[in-house]
């Protein structure tokens, strides 16, 4: 059973930062493709980052790169977005996910597997 756990939301001034992180289990963690995503107040959902085996390959959206860094510690199954610079804009439900394919693996949200969620909010 696939298990992704996000902590670290919050609230943030702007220009400040926050760290999330998602703890996965009950999957071979190591040949996934993890993702973080956002669902604005009253919008769709957005891809923000991905990542595949280790880093691999990486993929930001364009509206956050160069402020956020996605990264994983594969010992611990844990996938991390370091957001710095925040605007009120990236507030946001923001999202984990899984997918065991490379093909998949990217910003479009084709993931199977999905965290609860945490809540980011920047005045």
């Known amino acids: 059973h696939v298990q992704l756990v996000e902590t670290g939301g919050g609230s943030v001034q702007a220009g400040g930062s926050l760290s999330l992180s998602c703890a996965a289990s009950?999957?071979?963690?190591?040949?996934?493709?993890m993702g973080w995503f956002r669902q604005p107040p009253g919008k769709e959902r957005q891809g923000v980052a991905a990542?595949?085996?280790?880093?691999?390959?990486?993929y930001y959206a364009d509206s956050v790169k160069g402020r956020f860094t996605i990264s994983q510690d594969r010992a611990k199954a844990t996938v991390y977005l370091q957001m710095n610079n925040l605007r009120p804009e990236d507030t946001a439900m923001y999202y984990c996910a899984a997918v065991n394919s490379f093909v998949r693996c990217g910003l479009t949200g084709s993931f199977d597997n999905w965290g609860q969620g945490t809540q980011v909010t920047v005045s």
């Open positions: 990542i595949y085996r280790g880093g691999s390959s990486t």
């Open positions: 009950g999957f071979t963690y190591n040949s996934y493709c």
